[in-house]
């Protein structure tokens, strides 16, 4: 479903972009009149557009592409390049990894003993005291 919003931001949209037709034109002139603050957005926008069209905003490759597609081609006609190695020892990893065993055991132990310590109570049920059919609860206490 469309709203008039909608329908105001496309006729704004094609007016910045300079494409609305004669009916378009006179319909959006119509809007702006009778509603001043989207007139003043309508500037708004006008002014920033206007601003971006004066920047210099043209794409720049970020490194040339002769490099690139030389490096392609040495690299499909078998020259020898630099390599560069991506698989990390194995020795080295495994030592990282030795402590990581040991340490996850005893945090899993420290976690274990706090639940146990302090929420021994929360999980056994106290013995109700009272008369029968009041839940623990005394006659006194209603």
Known sequence: MRTPDDHWAELAAAALA???TAAES???DDLRRADPARA???ASLQALAGRLRQGDLTWTAPRDADDLWEGIQGAVDG???PKVDLVPDAAAARRRRRWVTPLTAAACLVVGVVIGVSGAGAFTSTVPSGPPG???RSSRSR
């Open 18 to 20: 300079g494409e609305l």
């Open 26 to 28: 006179a319909e959006f």
């Open 40 to 42: 003043e957005e309508y």
């Open 79 to 81: 020259e020898v390049s």
């Open 134 to 136: 009041t839940l623990g």
